[in-house]
């Protein structure tokens, strides 16, 4: 079974993003980049399929600028076989990069995808969905536990009431939640392994697709600071103070 | 962000060794603080993620890198506010193993330098005695060869590793009469041969989960073939690796920098004073600019010096200069840190508290500042 896992170039986790001045977008000038945890979570899923013998290849695939292909590379140090970089300057919105993956799974024809639920740069949560749709394959978002069974994949969710399980039929796709796994620390000789592994480069136009954005982005603002708190001297003042001040409860 | 001195695979390395230390290291330090050294288990995972084999050859298991990579390492490490830790590991992978890398047989090697890379057995250097420090020429301990086995006596002194290493790097006098530096040999001393003991593991101002001991040497009788590279030339053999050790120590100083840098900004941007944040204040703007322009201004040479060594000239300038001014620094930028903190920044609780001690010994260990400048004026 062959395994696709897109995995996408993010601000670290660790940079304290800012809003350009002009509030065009975030500031990325000399920020820090890595791979969307979401995204190493989906490829430690492949790869411990591919351990226990359940994939037999596992391929990394990065919609996105040159840059990216350090995360396909870190992908390849963990344990996915090969990679692909879809080549595009334009924004990557979630559709522009569903419609590309679909041209990815059309010429790999991977029985199953894993995706990280969402990205931390853009939380727009819709990329798999879409991605499901386009290419009419069975979906299990935010997957906090993956079985492959035969020729179905059984997925559990982590949903608002508690937790749901999906019986998927292959080929399907699965994006992956926070609980899904640990992923491991790719070995410095893994590292250099992953040098030497394949990395085949597309453009949208090889893939069949026309890259055209749909959505403009009006502004880009830091959230309020948050003000000094206020001591309450009862119980009584607080409930006044939240239904008639903070107007949150009625 | 780009660096020009670095590639691709030091990037991802760099965010590995990141994840790491946040999930291995950070929610563990303080304990290992206390109890004065950093437990065996941490350092095997780090041999499976090939961070003890970085520089090492492949065929015993390393990854062949140049010192670029360990300057990623110690930067990393160094983020983890746990000095002690930090040391603990770069001891082992750029301070003494690579005394057995250098100068040590194939023999040598295959015996010794699988389990150095996995973990399983720690490095430590024994140059410094209670006589002498910055001039290792001074050392008194002494190694003779009687029949088909050397005999050492004598003692050292401030031995990282020392108390729970494995495999000790011992430099001693093979020719008292030799003038200054020409009579040194290093030998491969293991831990439990005969009139080999662990005297004290030292109390410490910092570094405190890096175990730090006082070793005595009565009639150790060692093989022969525990010689490491040639006899009277250790001096040389110390020498030629003081160059990566000074560089990862700058590596560790300076980020410990940036590390104390970001820790008090962020205090101060929360810390409301005189109806607005300490961060509306002046002084403290000025300070903290000056604080992050030294520090990022000795990173670059970091990195630089560092891709410097790669290209196969001598560096010795270059590398005192870093090694005296990036030490330096750090404990500048470290007092004003503190300062900022106010009395918080007193408590043991918080980090700033530990960067600051640690940071004390940083332009005395490897190479003191004076002795560093001094290497760079005999340049001018
Ligand atoms: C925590 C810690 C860990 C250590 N780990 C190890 C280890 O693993 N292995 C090991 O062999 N050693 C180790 N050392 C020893 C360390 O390398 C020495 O402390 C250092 O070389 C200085 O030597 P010294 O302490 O004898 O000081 P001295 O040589 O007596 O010098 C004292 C001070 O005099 C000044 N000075 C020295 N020489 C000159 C000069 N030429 N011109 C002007 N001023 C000068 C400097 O300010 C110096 O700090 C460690 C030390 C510490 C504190």
Redesign the pocket.
């Known amino acids: 079974m062959k395994v696709l896992v897109a995995v996408k170039r993010v601000v670290d986790y660790n940079v304290k993003v800012r809003a350009k001045a002009d509030g065009s977008d975030v500031d990325l000038n000399n920020v820090k980049m890595a791979i969307n945890p979401f995204c190493e979570i989906a490829v430690e899923e492949a790869v411990r399929l591919k351990e226990a013998g359940v994939a037999t290849e596992v391929i990394a695939v990065s919609v996105g600028e040159k840059s990216c292909q350090e995360q396909i590379r870190t992908a390849m140090a963990l344990g996915a076989d090969r990679g692909i970089q879809v080549e595009t300057d334009a924004g990557v919105e979630p559709l522009v990069v569903a419609k590309l993956l679909k041209g990815v799974v059309d010429k790999e024809q991977p029985q199953l995808v894993i995706l990280g639920k969402q990205s931390i740069d853009g939380d727009n949560n819709q990329t798999g969905q879409m991605l499901g749709a386009l290419a009419n394959m069975a979906q299990g978002t935010f997957a906090s536990e993956v079985v492959v069974d035969g020729d179905k994949v059984n997925v559990t969710r982590e949903v608002d009431g508690g937790l749901q399980t999906v019986s998927l039929n292959l080929p399907a796709i699965v994006t992956t939640d926070l609980r899904l796994n640990e992923p491991r620390y790719a070995s410095l000789p893994n590292i250099m392994k992953a040098k030497k592994k394949q990395l085949d480069v597309y453009s949208p136009a090889d893939l069949g697709v026309e890259v055209t954005s749909h959505l403009t982005q009006v502004k880009v603002e830091p959230p309020a600071e948050r003000k000094a708190g206020v001591k309450v001297a009862d119980v009584d003042e607080l409930i006044d103070k939240l239904k008639n001040e903070a107007k949150v409860i009625s | 962000m780009s660096d020009p001195y670095f590639e691709e695979e030091h990037n991802i390395l760099r965010d590995q060794i990141k994840r790491f230390v946040a999930r291995e290291i950070v929610p563990y330090g303080e304990a290992w603080e206390e109890q004065g050294y950093v437990p065996r288990e941490l350092l095997k995972k780090m041999g499976e993620m090939g961070l003890f084999g970085l520089m090492h050859e492949e065929k015993y298991g390393g990854s062949g890198m140049d010192i670029r990579a360990a300057t990623v390492l110690a930067e990393e490490l160094a983020q983890s506010t746990f000095g002690g830790v930090t040391?603990t590991a770069l001891?082992h992978t750029n301070?003494?193993s690579p005394h057995l890398a250098l100068a040590g047989s194939a023999t040598q090697k295959e015996k010794y330098l699988p389990g150095i890379v996995e973990g399983s057995k720690i490095t430590?250097?024994?140059?410094?005695?209670?006589?002498?420090?910055?001039?290792?020429a001074g050392i008194r301990t002494r190694a003779v060869l009687d029949g088909n086995e050397w005999v050492i006596n004598g003692s050292?002194?401030?031995?990282?590793?020392?108390v729970y290493g494995d495999i000790y790097f011992v430099?001693a006098k093979t020719d008292p009469d030799a003038k200054g530096s020409r009579g040194i040999s290093i030998f491969i001393v293991e831990k439990g041969t005969p009139g080999f003991t662990v005297g004290r593991s030292?109390k410490?101002?910092?570094?405190k989960s890096?175990d730090?001991a006082e070793l005595f040497f009565e009639n150790v009788r060692i093989p022969a073939e525990n010689l490491l590279g040639e006899v009277n030339k250790g001096f040389y053999s110390i020498m030629k690796n003081f160059q990566h050790e000074r560089i990862v120590l700058s590596a560790m100083a300076v980020s410990e920098a940036q590390k104390a840098i970001d820790i008090t900004v962020e205090n101060v941007k929360n810390r409301k004073a005189f109806d607005g944040t300490l961060w509306d204040k002046g002084v403290i703007r000025e300070k903290m600019a000056r604080a992050q322009s030294k520090v990022s201004i000795a990173r670059n040479f970091v990195h630089y010096v560092s891709w410097l060594d790669t290209q196969g000239g001598d560096c010795i300038k270059e590398v005192s200069m870093l090694k005296a001014y990036a030490c330096d620094i750090a404990n500048e930028v470290m007092y004003d840190c503190m300062q900022f903190h106010g009395g918080m920044g007193f408590m043991s609780e918080s980090p700033i508290e530990r960067l600051y001690r640690d940071s004390r010994?940083l332009?005395?260990?490897?190479?003191?500042?004076?002795?560093m400048?001094?290497e760079v004026a005999k340049r001018m």
Do not use: Q, R
């Open positions: 040391v001891v301070m003494a430590a250097v024994c140059v410094t005695e209670p006589g002498a420090g910055s001039d290792v050292k002194i401030f031995i990282t590793n020392g430099a030292l410490k101002h910092g570094w890096s730090t010994v332009p005395v260990g490897g190479g003191a500042t004076e002795v400048y001094e």
